[in-house]
Nanobody, 125 residues
Framework: QVQLVESGGGLVQAGDSMRLSCAAS????????MGWFRQAPGKEREFVAA???????YYTDSVKGRFTISRDNAKNTVYLQMNSLKPEDTANYYC???????????????????WGQGTQVTVSS
């Protein structure tokens, strides 16, 4: 069973930077598509970014140019570097893994079979 553990959340001011990490268990991590999602109070969970096993990256429009997803397969870890943070980025951020051979709907929650517990990111104005 895949286990995902996020870290790095907290309280920052608008314009600051923050890096989230997600450590994964599993011997075939390098082949998984890894994603970051976020959920604000009263809202649905939404896609933020994803990185495929071959390193292709995907971002939602609102974070393009500000957030960067990356992975270190030697450490079984995926990162989300968040720059120029805005109050609207405030949410609980979740790491997710798609362990299937192919991930078609990479921006959809239904494509991911394992989830972390989430880490809170709060951006004050």
């Amino acid at each position: 069973q895949v286990q995902l553990v996020e870290s790095g959340g907290g309280l920052v001011q608008a314009g600051d930077s923050m890096r989230l990490s997600c450590a994964a268990s599993g011997r075939t991590f390098s082949s998984w598509t890894m994603g970051w999602f976020r959920q604000a109070p009263g809202k649905e969970r939404e896609f933020v970014a994803a990185i495929s096993g071959i390193g292709s990256t995907y971002y939602t429009d609102s974070v393009k140019g500000r957030f960067t997803i990356s992975r270190d397969n030697a450490k079984n870890t995926v990162y989300l570097q968040m720059n120029s943070l805005k109050p609207e980025d405030t949410a609980n951020y979740y790491c997710a893994a798609s362990t299937a051979p192919y991930t078609i709907r990479i921006m959809s929650t239904i494509s991911y079979d394992s989830w972390g517990q989430g880490t809170q990111v709060t951006v004050s104005s």
